[in-house]
């Protein structure tokens, strides 16, 4: 089936999945696998979006998603529709149970970002009538809220540092999906011919093959770099 859950009989798990429906050739799915004995405390049980994405509401401040994505050399197309559909889903979840960015405070070892911070933080404090309630937690709620604003406008947010393979081969990456796309216009605007189709089939694997190469290639030097830190006693 496209779509169903089976319980393990006698204790185990419960799975929930979600594939393509009918016959289909079944490339990928999603689900969850769930202990029988926390089946009772969900609100609800998990909602398959399509054979890629399925949520899984929690009854604390998050919502998981069990994600199936397209691989590099995929059809763009299909990636769109997968970030499209994924786009949907992020933006439905509750506002309080969404990550939250963390402010970049290593700006605050500059003197002069601190400085701005201060005076920002100090202009809304004194424009803000909200600080004047009366209750407690109205006033530190504003408080809360006037020094985040303060915050994002005059640091920022942090972003991301992690190195992955695909970062120092975006260019050539994108040229080779540009071949790729290429040969599968030419192919899909004369779809008779079968010179066409085997070009684009020629085309998408030497892509495939090439990327796996790239990948391969970081993964083997990344290795290496590992192990000479190792060798010389560096633990950063």
Same mark, same amino acid.
């Given at each position: 089936?496209?779509?169903?859950?089976?319980?393990?009989?006698?204790?185990?798990?419960?799975?929930?999945?979600?594939?393509?429906?009918?016959?289909?050739?079944?490339?990928?799915?999603?689900?969850?696998?769930?202990?029988?004995?926390?089946?009772?405390?969900?609100?609800?049980?998990?909602?398959?979006?399509? @054979?890629?994405?399925?949520?899984?509401?929690?009854? /604390?401040?998050? !919502? &998981? $998603? #069990? +994600?199936?994505?397209? =691989? %590099?050399?995929?059809?763009?197309?299909?990636?769109?529709?997968?970030?499209?559909?994924?786009?949907?889903?992020?933006?439905?979840?509750?506002?309080?149970?969404?990550?939250?960015?963390?402010?970049?405070?290593?700006?605050?070892?500059?003197?002069?970002?601190?400085?701005?911070?201060?005076?920002?933080?100090?202009?809304?404090?004194?424009?803000?009538?909200?600080?004047?309630? @009366?209750?407690?937690?109205?006033?530190?709620?504003? /408080?809360?809220? !006037? &020094? $985040? #604003? +303060?915050?994002?406008? =005059? %640091?920022?947010?942090?972003?991301?540092?992690?190195?992955?393979?695909?970062?120092?081969?975006?260019?050539?990456?994108?040229?080779?999906?540009?071949?790729?796309?290429?040969?599968?216009?030419?192919?899909?605007?004369?779809?008779?011919?079968?010179?066409?189709?085997?070009?684009?089939?020629?085309?998408?694997?030497?892509?495939?093959?090439?990327?796996?190469?790239?990948?391969?290639?970081?993964?083997?030097?990344?290795?290496?770099?590992?192990?000479?830190?190792?060798?010389?006693?560096?633990?950063?």
């Amino acid at each position: 089936a496209g779509e169903g859950q089976l319980k393990e009989q006698g204790g185990g798990c419960t799975f929930f999945w979600k594939a393509k429906q009918g016959e289909e050739r079944q490339l990928h799915g999603v689900g969850f696998a769930i202990k029988n004995e926390l089946i009772n405390q969900l609100n609800e049980f998990p909602i398959g979006i399509n @054979e890629r994405l399925m949520t899984l509401c929690l009854n /604390l401040y998050a !919502t &998981i $998603i #069990s +994600a199936y994505a397209p =691989t %590099l050399d995929a059809d763009n197309e299909i990636k769109e529709e997968f970030y499209s559909n994924l786009d949907q889903v992020l933006s439905g979840i509750p506002e309080q149970k969404q990550c939250r960015q963390k402010i970049n405070v290593e700006r605050l070892k500059d003197p002069i970002k601190r400085d701005l911070f201060h005076q920002c933080l100090n202009k809304k404090l004194k424009n803000s009538n909200q600080l004047q309630q @009366e209750s407690v937690s109205s006033i530190w709620g504003a /408080l809360k809220s !006037t &020094i $985040i #604003s +303060a915050s994002v406008e =005059t %640091l920022g947010f942090s972003t991301r540092k992690r190195q992955d393979w695909f970062d120092e081969n975006d260019r050539e990456i994108q040229e080779l999906i540009n071949r790729k796309c290429k040969a599968f216009c030419a192919w899909q605007n004369d779809i008779n011919s079968k010179q066409k189709k085997l070009h684009h089939q020629r085309t998408k694997a030497e892509v495939q093959r090439r990327i796996r190469g790239m990948k391969n290639r970081w993964w083997e030097d990344k290795a290496k770099e590992i192990q000479h830190l190792a060798d010389i006693y560096n633990i950063r």
